[in-house]
């Protein structure tokens, strides 16, 4: 009897195996955008604009024609994208440290001028790449390496919560966290990907999906225990969530 | 069409236009907004594009969207937004995209003034940006030629998948002067197989300055000297004005290169023989022509509004064969002819230095 295949790598990912660091779950949230390009059949389509940071080799695990940005600039590039291939889907990938602290700005005014891309952004409330520096969105309290006692509030501020303050963008169309700490949420990230794919595809305007992720090596925890920590600490101060969606008009 | 009275920024903008430029990224900055403003009304009219990006930072990383793209792009600015545009620069040099920036050189360092300079010759042809790479860089004299050198500089940029700069000053952007757009026809780019366009029907293409492996950057960094050495060897120009007897040869470019013109013909009149040699590449530097005169030049005097940048290629080109003088005014000041001549004359009665 032929045994059938249920389970199968996405068309849109290559054979390269990913660099990513033992249950850290950036891995998970680049299968479900090449499964959403596979459903959407828009492989041949889509220009994708990659980061600086833990995402920087994005490149080598989607198959489809790619920019590679500077640290921050990835929303300034996809914008060049775009206005040259007005009918190709044009998606970014950045991190917390890209585009919500050096990359305030692009993503802000591509946010602000409505422009019809997707933007994703992994926020995992660290900087993994460089070894495990406070982020715009370390959590108060959370030890990081610029943070040995914790992030203290009144020195070093507070969390940047960038896809609340974008959804009061009168250009922003779609505004949303997704979170993929576990298999239903993972299910309902896919969904919410999807749906900022198709907005740009109807021509409905500029989406950002921030998803949440755990980075064990930085937080210094076991692949299980991110997972707890995640919900104990980052799940209550960026909650879960559409802050926009299509038709809605900002007040 | 015959010649028609134009401002420098206008040309330039109207140039980019003629040689097939659609795109157009930029943030306001004196002395170069008639570039944008231009642009704005114009480009429409082509079906271009015109956008006013939120910096120079951002507006530089839209260049390298749209050149990796596939798209003929330029973007404008003056010594600060210039500053702000260098590390965009080096990606876009390191990802080998071809683009028209344009500086309108002001005073600096720092905020500087909007007066014109040519300070910013070390950060246009050494670099700039971090990492080794080149960018083609052109110095107009007149309005006419910042036309002719912008056309150019879209078919040099393709031709070489090079980032080209046009380096111009505060003066050739602000005067008005007859042109004639030698150019009938827009110029479009040629194919480009490497561009992301959407990867239909062949392999994905990869637009990327990163090369993690030790190995593969230093091939990269290998074949991008290649491709400068080549660039090298048949881009290097220059005018040459009553050079070929000159006893005293002034080296100048852009704005300066006139005045010295002026102080030529005066000389001669008065039984000098000076003459000037003026580069019109920056980068790669026309050192071959400086080099010979210094056979039978006695000295030489570069005249430029910077405390001294171009001397330095001079004098590598003049090899230690020849006294090589400097005269700079800075701050937005122009030097005047009666004052370089005032140095060639010192120099003619063996006075300077």
Redesign the interface.
């Known amino acids: 009897m032929a045994v059938k295949k249920v389970f199968t790598k996405p068309a849109s990912m290559t054979d390269k195996t990913m660099h990513f660091c033992p249950g850290c779950t950036h891995g998970i949230i680049q299968r479900l955008v090449a499964e959403v390009i596979d459903e959407l059949g828009i492989?041949?389509?889509?220009?994708a604009?990659g980061p600086v940071g833990c995402a920087?080799f994005c490149?080598d695990y989607w198959?489809?024609?790619?920019?590679?940005?500077?640290h921050g600039?990835a929303p300034?590039?996809?914008?060049?994208?775009?206005?040259?291939?007005p009918d190709?889907v044009v998606f970014s990938l950045q991190g917390d440290g890209d585009i919500a602290a050096i990359g305030t700005?692009?993503i802000?005014?591509a946010a602000a001028r409505g422009e019809q891309i997707s933007c994703l952004f992994v926020n995992n409330s660290i900087y993994g790449m460089t070894g495990g520096q406070m982020a715009p969105t370390t959590i108060v309290g959370q030890k990081t390496t610029t943070t040995p006692d914790g992030r203290d509030s009144s020195r070093a501020g507070y969390p940047v919560k960038l896809t609340e303050m974008l959804a009061v963008l009168d250009g922003v169309t779609y505004s949303a966290r997704v979170s993929v700490h576990s298999p239903a949420n993972v299910v309902k990230a896919k969904k919410v990907i999807k749906k900022a794919f198709e907005i740009q595809m109807k021509g409905e305007g500029f989406a950002i999906v921030e998803i949440l992720s755990t980075c064990p090596t930085n937080w210094g925890l076991s692949p299980v225990d991110s997972i707890k920590w995640l919900e104990d600490n980052v799940l209550p101060y960026f909650p879960i969530g559409e802050f926009k969606t299509p038709g809605e008009v900002s007040s | 069409m015959g010649k028609v009275l134009m401002k420098g920024n206008e040309a330039v903008a109207e140039a980019a236009v003629l040689g097939g430029c659609r795109y157009f990224f930029g943030y306001p900055i004196t002395p170069q907004n008639e570039i944008p403003e231009y642009l704005a009304k114009r480009l429409p009219e082509v079906g271009g594009t015109f956008l006013q990006a939120e910096s120079e930072i951002s507006a530089i990383n839209m260049v390298f969207g749209a050149a990796g793209s596939g798209a003929r792009v330029m973007t404008s600015s003056s010594g600060p937004g210039i500053s702000l545009k260098q590390e965009g620069i080096s990606y876009i040099a390191g990802a080998e995209l071809p683009c028209v920036i344009v500086n309108m050189v002001r005073g600096g360092p720092g905020l500087g003034n909007i007066g014109p300079a040519q300070s910013d010759y070390f950060q246009a042809t050494k670099g700039g940006g971090h990492g080794d790479y080149r960018l083609i860089v052109l110095g107009p004299a007149s309005v006419q030629e910042l036309v002719d050198l912008t056309i150019e500089a879209f078919e040099m940029a393709d031709r070489y998948r090079n980032p080209v700069m046009i380096l111009g000053d505060g003066i050739l952007g602000q005067m008005m002067e007859p042109v004639e757009f030698k150019v009938k026809e827009i110029m479009s780019g040629p194919e480009k197989p490497w561009a992301t366009t959407g990867a239909k029907g062949r392999t994905r293409n990869l637009i990327t300055s990163l090369y993690i492996v030790p190995e593969d950057l230093e091939e990269h960094c290998r074949k991008l000297k290649e491709k400068y050495d080549g660039i090298a060897a048949v881009e290097k120009r220059h005018e040459s004005y009553f050079a070929e007897d000159a006893e005293i040869v002034l080296a100048a470019y852009g704005t300066t290169a006139r005045i010295c013109k002026a102080v030529v013909d005066q000389a001669r009149e008065e039984g000098i023989r000076a003459g000037l040699i003026r580069p019109v590449s920056l980068w790669p530097f026309p050192d071959e022509p400086y080099f010979k005169a210094a056979d039978y030049a006695d000295a030489f005097l570069a005249v430029e509004m910077s405390n001294g940048q171009m001397v330095e290629d001079v004098r590598l080109s003049v090899n230690g064969k020849k006294p090589v003088h400097f005269l700079g005014r800075t701050g937005g000041i122009v030097p005047t002819k009666a004052e370089i001549y005032a140095d060639v004359k010192k120099i003619a009665a063996g006075g300077v230095r």
């Open positions: 492989r041949e389509d889509t220009i604009v920087v490149y198959d489809v024609d790619f920019q590679q940005a500077s600039r300034a590039v996809a914008t060049g994208v775009k206005r040259v291939h190709k700005t692009e802000v005014h």
